[in-house]
């Protein structure tokens, strides 16, 4: 067995990195830059108004009160074609460009509009004041979003605001996931007395989806050589080929025999961990159609789901360029915990808070790999190294979130 960080080390040095493709703003969103973008455009473009009020002159405004004449009127998307001049103000509203000779803006709140069509100042601005000068934001040619980025609704703003309407954008990984089993039935089909409904391939092409991968359910392979390689070979063409199950070697653990004899072969199959121990990676030889890289992951529902969680979501990651990492926190054991041993240990676990309100993590007492409530009611891992020594409650323990 191989230690878990040597396990995921070999899985990520073995994949690809996504090459880019383009994909307008719409469909931008959760995608991740292939290179950093430039601005095509400054913003704003030119001096504008960031008040509705008057376009004056500062030098005009040395003496409170005073009066000036209005000349004209600009709002946002016009232009106020003359100049203002000695004594002279312009109606402006927000957004609206600065009128030439103009260096001012008196907010509304500070001016009255007399009966006689003249404009009373009593509160001066400070220079500059309530003016967005040509490129507050950003000039035409500045580099503001990074190769890497993760882009979420403000990163697509700024794109737009960018003049970028297409963006470069690394391809998502497709990764087709097999469940095999003659145990198996789809939830909603007819399930045989000796069979369980099938939740893994639900549940891992959902963590491929929320990770940034496209999910390629392949369906279940029942306990046959034939059915596992004709399923197998409909996942040809993708980037990687999750199995669920099969990875062992018991007589009806077919993964090994059927698709890691051949080109590339099996690299390891068995992890010091737990839950999770049968993990398998290597390529899948597809016969004409070429060879994928292969995981095998447990068909235990909860191994499945962890080792998901610890390889399968680094991998995608990796993939599209994105840091892979898993941090953990240190955290107050609610319970004691006995001293592990040769493998490292995954604890479900929740969050809780002590009689002095402290945050404490409470692993269940419950550990077995087929029971997924507890998985799904769990705040995250709590995890236990190999040998590591006993731990009394109130002591710190690594815990892994799974969800915030």
């Known amino acids: 067995m191989i230690p878990v960080s040597d396990a995921r080390a070999r899985i990520l040095a073995a994949l690809p990195r996504m090459p880019a493709e383009t994909v307008s703003l719409k469909s931008s969103l959760g995608r991740v830059l292939a290179e950093a973008l430039t601005a095509r455009r400054t913003q704003p473009p030119f001096a504008v108004s960031a008040m509705d009020g ?34 002279e103000t312009v109606r402006i509203f927000t957004g609206a460009p600065l009128p030439a000779g103009a260096d001012a803006i008196v907010i509304q709140e500070d001016a009255d509009l007399g009966g006689d069509g ?56 497709r990764i ?108 899948a030889d597809l016969r004409d159609k070429g060879s994928i890289p292969l995981l095998g992951l447990p068909g235990n529902p909860v191994s499945a789901m962890v080792c998901g969680q610890l390889f399968l979501r680094p991998a995608i990651f990796a993939m599209l360029g994105l840091d892979w990492s898993l941090p953990t926190e240190l955290v107050p054991s609610a319970t004691d915990l006995a001293a592990n041993d040769k493998r490292e240990d995954y604890l479900r676990a929740r ?34 190294p190999a040998l590591a020594p006993p731990v009394k409650a109130g002591e710190m323990v690594p815990f892994l979130r799974l969800r915030r």
């Open 351 to 384: 969050l809780r808070q002590d009689a002095e309100g402290r945050v404490t993590v409470d692993a269940s007492s419950k550990q077995d790999s087929s029971m997924l409530r507890l998985l799904t009611d769990a705040d995250g891992l709590v995890i236990r």
């Open 176 to 283: 087709a996931v097999l469940a095999t089993g003659d145990e198996l039935a789809r939830p909603g089909d007819p399930i045989g007395q000796n069979q369980i409904v099938s939740s893994n391939n639900f549940g891992i092409c959902a963590l491929v989806t929320e990770a940034g991968g496209e999910a390629v359910d392949l369906g279940i392979a029942r306990d046959t050589e034939a059915d596992l390689r004709e399923k197998a070979e409909a996942g040809a063409g993708c980037d990687l080929l999750i199995t669920l199950g099969g990875a062992s070697v018991g007589e009806h653990d077919l993964i090994h025999k059927v698709l890691g004899a051949g080109s590339g072969g099996i690299d390891f199959w068995k992890i010091a961990m737990r839950p999770g121990k049968p993990l398998m990676f290597g390529r």
């Open 54 to 87: 008057w376009a004056a002159r500062q030098a005009d405004l040395g003496s409170i009160p005073t009066t000036l004449t209005p000349i004209g009127a600009v709002a946002a998307g016009g232009r106020f074609e003359g100049i203002v001049g000695l004594g």
């Open 118 to 173: 003249l404009l009373t100042v009593r509160e001066a601005p400070k220079p500059g004041q309530w003016i967005r000068r040509a490129g507050l934001d950003f000039n035409e040619g500045d580099a503001l979003l990074p190769e890497g980025r993760l882009l979420g609704p403000t990163d697509i703003a700024l794109a737009a605001a960018m003049n970028r309407p297409w963006l470069p954008v690394r391809r998502k990984p």
